[in-house]
């Protein structure tokens, strides 16, 4: 008697998800059949700077989804899930099709938490999607382009983020041949770095044209944006670091959610509630073991994610994943330098954009090379 196939979906094309497939026929021999259903293009967060900045053109960030599936003959459906049925076992994509599961894994990333109704007129930009993100290059250079100088951008957010996306405007405008207008608003700290490491990366910002404002964005006026205690600061564009958050369908799930609105996992990668949903990367948090968003977490993840799944066919006990407790995150800070921080450690200058290029060219080059995609010169 030949044993039932397990169907197992792929939701998003994250960091895990694409080394899974490249272990399909794995899963296959153990009798799990995969299917993706993610966006046709994965835009690699780690060279978002680099891109927004100008120092590289957009396709160097950007992955043929497609293409890897079809290398290790996964199917795939160009869309997003939007909702689950759980009792049936069905979900709901955006393209109309309602496809069946036996397991699902989550892999769906995160979206800007965004502060109050900022967002509802669409006229802010926030730093994800990224592909959201990445258009915002082409807004500022037709700007430039119109008026011969920079527009008068606010960044909310003096998290990493805030500051590096800050950084990769800044380096927009002087590629552009102008002096950048820059304000980046922070709530309170800064103090994700060492006081000294914080300092010298305000000081060489300030050098550049981009100027700190403690107070939190609440609204927008004709060409101001206005702060919670009253002030308006001049605004042609407004991008928002403001934190992230997991997609809606996470939400949409019923599961017991973390306090940021990430799906509680065990260390299995598993939810407790629901023995057939998986899931890792930034829209997950595993019980016991939090840390904040970061692409290291989900390719970590990715070696027990891919022995779980196999498991469901062949009935092997499930592996359990420990995230490490000390990562290294360095940021492009667009004028050819970088700042690297691993635990308490820290180093800016040229040798951390260095090695910030070399892991993350490696890393999309490498998916690209296993899945025979080639970028025009
Ligand atoms: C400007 C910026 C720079 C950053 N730089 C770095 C960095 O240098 N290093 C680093 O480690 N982190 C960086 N981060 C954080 C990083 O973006 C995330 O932590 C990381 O991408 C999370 O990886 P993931 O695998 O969870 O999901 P992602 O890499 O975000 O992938 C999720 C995928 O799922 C897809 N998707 C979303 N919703 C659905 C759905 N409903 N159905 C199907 N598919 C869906 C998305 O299109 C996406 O392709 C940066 C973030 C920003 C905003």
Known sequence: MTRARVRVVLAGAGHAHLKVLQRAGELRAAG???????????HYSGLASA???GALPAERAGLDVAALAARFAVPHIPAEVTGVDRAARRLRLSDGQDLGYDAVSFNV???????????DDGAAWPVKPLARLLALRGEVEAHIGGQGKSPGIVVAGGGPTGFEVAAALASLSERNGVRPDLRLV??????????RVLARLISALASRGVALTEGEVSGRGP???VLSDGRALPC??????????????IAALGLPL???????????????ADPAIFAVGDCAVITGAPRPPAGVFGVGAA????????????????ATYAPQARWLAILDLGDGTGLAMRGRLWSLGRGALILKRRLDLGFIDGLRATSGEMLED
């Not at 990333?109 to 967002?119: A, C, D, F, Y």
């Not at 042609?236 to 369908?249: K, M, N, S």
């Open 109 to 119: 990333g995160s979206i800007t938490q965004v502060p109050g109704k900022l967002g």
């Open 258 to 272: 973390s306090t940021d609105g990430r799906l509680e996992v065990d260390p299995t990668l598993r939810t407790a």
């Open 186 to 195: 922070h709530r309170s700290g800064p103090d994700w770095a060492p006081p």
């Open 32 to 42: 799990v059949e995969l299917i993706l259903v993610a966006p046709a293009t994965f």
């Open 303 to 318: 070696p027990t994610l891919a022995h779980n799944l196999a498991a469901l066919g062949t009935g092997a006990r499930l």
């Open 51 to 53: 891109v927004l900045s």
């Open 223 to 225: 060409g101001t944006c």
């Open 236 to 249: 042609d564009l407004l991008v928002l670091a403001t934190g992230l958050r997991a997609p809606p369908v």
